[in-house]
């Protein structure tokens, strides 16, 4: 009376449940990779910007000894005496 004819509906819906299962695994594998790659790029990019404005973010130290060698050559050349060249060294140096 009855016949079976090829797999069972049961058998069917359980081979599809488990392809649709590993199909669902493989894609949230590759989310994760992929989400992974993303915070790594994002991460080097701050990294960089960072980098960047840190030397920025410094003030400049002064350059004192190009300062008294220029106040020596006005000294040298008579355009300050030996008094205002003093008073300029100390106010340079902070003493």
Do not use: N, W
């Not at 990294?47 to 130290?61: M, T, V, W």
């Not at 220029?70 to 050349?77: D, E, G, I």
């Not at 060249?85 to 106010?91: N, S």
């Amino acid at each position: 009376m009855f016949r079976r004819r090829g797999p069972g509906l049961v058998r069917m819906a359980a081979t599809t449940a488990v392809v649709a299962g590993t199909a669902g695994a493989v894609s949230h594998h590759q989310q994760q990779k992929y989400d992974a790659q993303d915070q790594a790029a994002y991460d080097e990019q701050m990294a960089a910007q960072q980098a960047e404005a840190s030397p920025a973010a410094a003030p400049a130290q002064p350059d004192y000894a190009a300062e008294l060698e220029q106040l020596a050559q006005l000294k040298t050349q008579g355009i300050i005496t030996e008094e205002e060249f003093e008073a300029k060294k100390k106010q340079i140096l902070g003493i």
